[in-house]
C-alpha cells in the first residue's frame, strides 16, 4: 500500500503534464504545422486595416545564445505563424475575445511540450503588442508569452526585424 501511495504522489505531476500536453495542441493548433522562418524584406505595415486590430509578437532572446529557438503562434485554434531569435511578426484580428498560444517548435519533445498561453480582447483600430521568451534554470525550461505595453512593444519592433514564416511542405 505504501508503494502504490509513493507512486502515485512521484508520477502525478507526469500524469498531469501528459493532460495539458494533450490539451494544449488542440487550443493552439496542430501539431503536425511546423514553419520556416525568414527575414521579410518587405516594410512593415504601418496602416490599420478597417475594423481590425493588429497584434505585434516578439520573440525576445536577449543576449542569450538561444537565438535558434522557432516559436509558433497560434490564433484561436490555429498556427498563424513564427518567429525565430530576436525578430517580430504581425497581424490584423478581428475585434472580439481572442486566445493566443505560443509553443516552442522543436523535434524534442521535452521542448514542444512547452507551451503558453493568454487571451484579450481585441478593438477595432487598436494595436497589441506580445512578446513571447524562453526561460532556463539548471534543467528546466519554460516558454512565456505575455502582453507588454506599446512603449516596450514599439521599442523591441524597432529594434527587432520583422520575419515571414510559411508552414512546411
Not at 495539458?20 to 524584406?41: E, I, L, M, R, Y
Not at 478597417?50 to 490564433?75: C, F, N, P, Q
Not at 505595453?149 to 527587432?160: H, K, M, P, R, V
Amino acid at each position: 500500500m505504501r508503494t502504490v501511495i509513493i507512486f502515485f504522489l512521484l508520477a502525478s505531476p507526469v500524469f498531469a503534464q501528459s493532460a495539458v500536453t494533450a490539451a494544449a495542441p488542440t487550443a493552439c493548433g496542430p501539431v503536425d504545422v511546423k514553419f520556416d522562418v525568414k527575414p521579410d524584406p518587405a516594410p512593415p505595415h504601418s496602416e490599420l486595416p478597417s475594423g481590425k486590430a493588429i497584434i505585434h509578437v516578439i520573440e525576445d532572446v536577449g543576449e542569450s545564445a538561444y537565438g535558434w529557438i522557432t516559436i509558433r503562434v497560434g490564433l484561436d485554434g490555429s498556427w498563424i505563424g513564427a518567429d525565430r531569435g530576436n525578430s517580430y511578426f504581425s497581424f490584423a484580428v478581428s475585434p472580439g475575445e481572442q486566445h493566443l498560444c505560443a509553443n516552442w517548435q522543436s523535434s524534442l519533445r521535452s521542448q514542444s511540450s512547452l507551451y503558453s498561453m493568454t487571451n484579450f480582447t481585441a478593438e477595432p483600430g487598436k494595436v497589441y503588442y506580445f512578446r513571447t521568451q524562453v526561460w532556463f534554470s539548471n534543467t528546466i525550461a519554460r516558454i512565456e508569452l505575455n502582453p507588454v505595453n506599446s512603449d516596450e512593444g514599439q521599442y523591441q519592433i524597432a529594434a527587432f526585424p520583422l520575419v515571414a514564416s510559411h508552414p512546411k511542405k
